[in-house]
């Protein structure tokens, strides 16, 4: 080890040293309990629930800003349940709304069965909220923009990690600056994305498979509901096209994600977008009948983790498992996992309760991906893409039991909702000391 030195950048302060290759590296020491790795709408719940309690938290996060392309919109109740408790379901509410109807279609636009969207219940207290991820994402970073002991670390991307029985560490590197640093905790959470840098340098696979359906999310100014009746979300079922109509914001503009062949290029599958559309929705619009904000075509998987723990590094969100967008529930079980690895660790760092708890995180959330989560999406992914439209009512029993009456909807909108709210696990349970 070199001789070291302080200097003081960006209100941290830095010990310069040489790491074991000689080059220089500066170790940054501060009083933060937990680094989380990503700022996406996974690792930002995590710091927003932490800094409730007063852990001081450093958010680590390779982009300069938000990841705006079309992803998440449609939180369930276990998600909404985290929102609660995490102080922000206010705005979250006030930014987006909770949408009311869903309906499985046939190519022409004719219904085949509907279903109201959340719990009819009065029990169940947490309607699904609708609101893009950029939008919640924005929420999240206003509230943290109050608290003291939150720093966002934007242009910071981790490249390497080690840890001991004592502490963790990851090195990081900067846009503007050729020497990585060192940012060492007592925990570390890898909430960057299904990509994961945590989960890949802690030798993780990821396992499960990829589907052999290829999807385009897109975002669209067009009238589904004002000319067409539509309702909020709607799902066409066909084979070749197949696609998810869903508004998603009080301004009318709406989600189209449509599947597509596999194995074709980004260029290719966006060439052919304009063509897709004329051909799929209600009118049969040309370009000059909507207006596309974005575009962003998209693998589908369903993947996990082998264990969300490896000692002192923990995984949450699109890091530890990802699942196709048809049941809404990738974000929505990030969501939880938010709030459930929150508690785990507030347990630990309070001391009332033993490091095991990290265990059953794992192990909880691990239960939820491969039950419910893994299951709903899967099989609603298969209704709509995977079968013929007309015989669909004849094949599927859940679509045969919707409009049967009003009471038989709520029955099956209840049920369907206790299945995602068994996704919600309560952490402080496990708490030995209050
Ligand atoms: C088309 C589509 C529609 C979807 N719709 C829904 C829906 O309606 N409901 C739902 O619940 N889910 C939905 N999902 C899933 C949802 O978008 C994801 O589950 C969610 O965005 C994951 O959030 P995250 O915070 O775990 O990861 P991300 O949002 O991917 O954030 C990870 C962050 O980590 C950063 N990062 C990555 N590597 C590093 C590194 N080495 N160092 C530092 N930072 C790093 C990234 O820049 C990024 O900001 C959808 C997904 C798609 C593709």
Partial sequence: MGETFKIYIDNLDF?????RHGLQDSEVTDNTKVIIVGAGPVGLLVATLLSEHNVAVTVLERGDAADNRPRATHYGSPAVKELVRAGVWHDVLSAGFCPSVVTWRKPNGDKIAS???????KDYPYPMVVLPVGDL?????????????????????????????????????????HHPKTFTAPWIVGADG??????????????????????????????????????????IIDRENWYMAAKISKNGLWRVTYGEQSGLSDE???????????????????PSKYTLTSISPYQVHQRRAPTFRNKRFLLAGDAAHVCNPFGGLGLTGGIVDAGNLADALLGVLLGVANQAILDKYSEERIKAFDGPIDFISSTNFCRIAYQDAETALQNDEFLQRLDVDDKANSEVANELHESV?????????????T
């Fill in 268 to 286: 290719v599958l966006l060439s052919r977008q304009p063509e897709k559309f004329r051909h799929m929705l209600p009118g049969n619009p040309d």
């Fill in 137 to 177: 994402v924005t929420v999240l970073l206003e509230h943290l923009s109050t608290r003291t002991n939150v720093r966002v670390l934007y242009g910071h991307t981790v490249e390497g990690l080690g840890q001991t029985d004592e502490s963790a560490w990851v090195k990081v590197r900067t846009k503007d600056d």
């Fill in 421 to 433: 709210f068994a996704i919600q696990h309560d952490f402080t349970q496990y708490y030995t000391k």
């Fill in 15 to 19: 010990i310069q040293s040489e790491d």
């Fill in 115 to 121: 279903m109201p969207m959340s719990s009819t219940e």
């Fill in 194 to 235: 299904s990509s994961s840098a945590i989960r890949k340098l802690n030798n993780l696979p990821f396992e499960g498979k990829t589907w052999d359906r290829q999807i385009v999310a897109t975002n669209v100014y067009f009238p589904f509901d004002e000319r067409y009746g539509w309702t909020d979300s709607n799902f």
